[in-house]
C-alpha cells in the first residue's frame, strides 16, 4: 500500500504543469476515513494556495485540524495534486487533550459542470499526549463549491480591441482634462 502511495506521489510532481490549478474559491463538504467522519471546509487564499479545516469525530475522539494545502495541476485545471501541512488539537476519550502537527498528500478533482469536488488523500500525523503517537489515515472527501472561481472572458479575436480600447480612454481623459497655456497662444486672437 505504501509503495503504490509512494508511486503515485512520484508520478504526480512529474505530471504537473504550471497552470492555476483551482476551479473554486470556497468549498464544503465531508471527509470519510475508516474510522473516522468528519467536515471539511477550503478556502482559497491565493492561486495555489488554500488553508482547509477539518472536524472529525471517531469511537475515541474528537479533532479539529487547519491544514495549509499547495496545489497543482496534473490534467488541466480540474483535476491537480495537493500538498500541505498544519496541526490539530482534539479530546481523547481515556486520555483527555492532545495535540500535534499533520502533513497531508492527496489528488482532487472537479466534476466539470458540476459543482463538486472529490479527493482522495493521506494525512499522517503525530500526537502529543495520545495513546497513539503516530497515525497514518487516509480518508476521501466530496466537497460542494460554495463559491466558484471567477471566469475570465474568452476573447474571439485578440489582436488589437484592448490597444483600441486603451486607446479611447486616453482620449476621453486627455477632453476632460483642462488645457495648459503654451508659448505660441499669445499669437492667437482672443475674442472679446
Not at 470519510?32 to 467536515?39: A, I, K
Request: aromatic share 10%; net charge positive.
Amino acid at each position: 500500500m505504501i509503495k503504490r502511495l509512494l508511486f503515485l506521489a512520484c508520478l504526480v510532481f512529474g505530471v504537473s504543469m504550471a497552470a492555476q490549478a483551482q476551479k473554486y474559491r470556497t468549498a464544503a463538504g465531508v471527509r470519510l476515513e475508516s474510522d473516522r467522519f468528519g467536515v471539511s471546509l477550503q478556502q482559497k487564499l491565493h492561486e495555489r494556495g488554500t488553508l482547509e479545516g477539518i472536524v472529525q469525530v471517531g469511537s475515541r475522539e474528537y479533532s479539529g485540524t487547519v491544514l495549509y494545502e499547495w496545489h497543482r495541476p496534473i490534467l488541466g485545471k480540474r483535476f491537480n495534486y495537493y500538498l500541505g501541512a498544519g496541526g490539530h488539537i482534539g479530546n481523547l476519550k481515556d486520555s483527555g487533550v492532545f495535540t500535534g502537527v499533520d502533513a497531508i498528500l492527496g489528488v482532487e478533482y472537479k466534476v466539470n459542470g458540476l459543482p463538486f469536488l472529490l479527493s482522495a488523500d493521506v494525512k499522517p500525523a503525530v500526537h502529543i499526549n495520545h495513546d497513539d503517537w503516530v497515525h497514518l489515515s487516509s480518508g476521501v472527501s466530496i466537497r460542494y463549491v460554495i463559491v466558484k472561481e471567477k471566469k475570465e472572458k474568452k476573447k474571439l479575436w485578440p489582436f488589437g480591441r484592448q490597444a483600441d480600447n486603451d486607446d479611447r480612454k486616453k482620449k476621453n481623459r486627455r477632453q476632460e482634462e483642462p488645457q495648459q497655456p503654451r508659448i505660441l497662444d499669445i499669437f492667437k486672437k482672443k475674442d472679446n
